[in-house]
């Protein structure tokens, strides 16, 4: 899915702490479960329900704190990620996004920069927390072999077991981490960044110059794009397993050092505890937008923005004149029966233009003439399906990536100052071959590029982080 952010990286990056001091553990015993244990949890269980908290520190100072509710139900399933970041005026921030998908691989994504809105899209089903891969097969492979070769410090480890609850707590100091465990790490996380953003640590070295720490609009974006190695200094979790030697609690603190591409090296620590629970028993409820308040974008903005469709003669030819010249420009064919609607809001002009063939295009501008949102709703778009973006080219990627940045900064150039690295989250595929590749910011903006046959903006949504 497309809204799989930079947060996750930060996140799952975690976990691969916890995964490589486990590595420490032999072939035999309790450690050896664990890591099977987990193995079974993220690849090949198909209904749990997961909830916990996060906090992510940066030298000392939170910098985000993240709630999760996640519920698999077989394929289908609801991710809803609550994300709270310290303001310098001392208030916070809250943002984040609930998914609920379904067996055939639709979603409905609610975003809370966008209260009262939803958003379709469609990816490929999947029925388990992590979607395996050839290359995430060899990872985990690899780190069963490290099990086998590295032996547990003594007294790191104690093992306890109450009514037939598992309980064991880990303990390791800076002093007690091998480097083959380190570059473990590393792997996964090189594995992760290219495969959720495809931006790899080896770009990043071959760079003479990167952007600077502070440049960057987040601590959570400087850290995954900007660092070339990950190190484990400590490691504290408390670990409980069922009778069934399934994991139903997760708690610890684990500390990684940051090394920048400057060669800065800076500390993130993270607490956390994740429950498990309802295994077998988990149940998601199919989507409906009664139950949540939303609606779909136009309609809602029908609805709120209580327009004012007494345009002048002049605002009319100049409004709907510049969208007829934007659409032309990127290569939409626009029939001379299209029915037009164009409407003046408090703060923005609106033009809806719709072809006979049923083919839609709504564009927002602010006053200023600068670009809000293109959506055009064309048949190839719609019926395009999502597969992920690890066999996508470097170069196709990088093309659309430039495509997209000359867009913005020609169509809203405010925005284009403010604009994080793009990250690709998906190809998607219509039945006829037409291609398109999904970019967002990390943050709020969101963009859907045609990349064959040739490139195109179809979709564009800038408002959030204007």
């Known amino acids: 899915m497309r809204h799989t952010k930079t947060f996750i990286l930060l996140t799952v990056l975690l976990l691969c702490g916890c995964l490589s001091a486990l590595a420490l553990a032999g072939n035999d015993g309790p450690l050896s479960e664990l890591w099977n244990s987990g193995c079974d949890l993220l690849f090949r269980t198909d209904n749990v329900t997961a909830e916990g908290e996060a906090v992510f520190a940066l030298d000392g100072e939170v910098f985000k704190t993240a709630r999760l509710h996640y519920v698999q139900d077989g394929y289908n399933s609801f991710y809803g990620l609550g994300l709270l970041t310290p303001r310098a005026d001392g208030s916070i921030q809250e943002t984040g996004w609930t998914i609920i998908a379904d067996e055939e691989g639709d979603y409905a994504v609610m975003e809370a920069y966008t209260p009262g809105i939803y958003r379709m899209g469609c990816d490929n089903p999947h029925n388990t927390l992590l979607r395996r891969t050839v290359q995430l097969d060899g990872l985990v492979n690899l780190g069963g072999l490290l099990a086998g070769q590295l032996e547990l410090p003594e007294g790191a480890l104690t093992v306890t077991e109450e009514a037939g609850v598992k309980h064991l707590r880990l303990a390791l100091a800076e002093d007690q981490i091998p480097e083959l465990a380190v570059s473990a790490l590393n792997l996964a996380a090189e594995y992760l960044s290219n495969r959720w953003f495809a931006f790899g640590y080896d770009r990043c070295i071959e760079e003479d110059e990167g952007v600077p720490f502070e440049n960057y609009i987040t601590v959570t974006q400087a850290l995954t794009d900007g660092t070339v190695r990950w190190t484990l200094r400590s490691a504290e979790a408390d670990f409980a397993l069922d009778a069934q030697g399934r994991l139903t609690d997760v708690s610890g603190t684990v500390r990684v050092a940051s090394t920048f591409w400057d060669g800065a090296v800076r500390e993130v620590t993270a607490q956390f505890q994740l429950t498990l629970s309802d295994y077998g028993s988990s149940h998601v409820k199919a989507f409906d937008p009664a139950d949540y308040g939303v609606v779909l974008p136009r309609e809602y903005y029908e ?65 200023d003439g600068s670009l809000m949102t293109l959506q055009a709703m064309t048949e190839a778009l719609l019926s395009a399906e999502g597969e992920g973006v690890q066999d996508v080219e470097a170069d196709t990627i990088e093309a659309a990536r430039q495509f997209a940045l000359s867009f913005v900064q020609e169509q809203n150039p405010l925005l284009a100052e403010k604009l994080n690295p793009l990250n690709p989250q998906d190809l998607m595929t219509a039945p006829d071959g037409t291609q398109y590749l999904t970019f967002e910011d990390g943050e709020s903006c969101y963009f859907v590029v045609r990349v064959a046959p040739a490139l195109r903006m179809e979709y564009y949504e800038g408002a959030g982080n204007g």
Request: proline share 5%.
């Open 303 to 367: 609805e709120n923005d209580e327009p004012d469709w007494s345009l002048t003669e002049e605002a009319w030819q100049r409004w709907v004149g510049k969208a007829e010249a934007l659409l032309e420009g990127q290569g939409f064919a626009l029939s001379p029966d299209a029915d037009i609607m164009a409407w003046r809001t408090e703060d923005t002009y609106r033009i809806n233009i719709a072809n006979p063939d049923g083919e839609d295009y709504f564009l927002v501008y602010q006053e």
